[in-house]
């Protein structure tokens, strides 16, 4: 069992930065794919960003690539998000994710995802 934690959602600026952190329990965090997904009111949960088990790879979505750094800290259990320039669209609840399956490789499914924090606000303003 995976127990996840978000944090440093808030408000900012367009144009600004933010660094999302999520603490995870569980002595095999360093096995477990990591994701992080966001939502709109009235939205679906999409992808943002993932990493394997081992930080050796990472996907992220169209929108965020180039603004947008997922990086994990094995020893301190422990997967970071930082988003730069940040603009107006990027406001949704920001969840982090730890998926089950092998840790080799990274997700971009919700699906493949089993286990989820209970989210942070950003909201960014003009």
């Known amino acids: 069992q995976v127990q996840l934690v978000e944090s440093g959602g808030g408000l900012v600026q367009a144009g600004g930065s933010l660094r999302l952190s999520c603490a995870a329990s569980?002595?095999?965090?360093?096995?477990?794919?990591m994701g992080w997904f966001r939502q709109l009111p009235g939205k679906d949960r999409e992808f943002v960003a993932a990493?394997?088990?081992?930080?050796?790879?990472?996907s992220y979505a169209d929108s965020v690539k180039g603004r947008f750094t997922i990086s994990r800290d094995n020893a301190k259990n422990t997967i970071y998000l930082q988003m730069n320039s940040l603009k107006p669209e990027d406001t949704a609840v920001y969840y982090c994710?730890?998926?089950?399956?092998?840790?080799?490789?990274?997700?971009?499914?919700?699906?493949?995802?089993?286990?989820w924090g209970q989210g942070t606000q950003v909201t960014v303003y003009s």
């Open positions: 994710a730890a998926s089950a399956r092998m840790s080799g490789y990274y997700y971009t499914l919700r699906s493949h995802y089993d286990y």
């Open positions: 569980g002595r095999t965090f360093q096995t477990y794919p």
């Open positions: 990493i394997d088990g081992s930080a050796g790879s990472t």
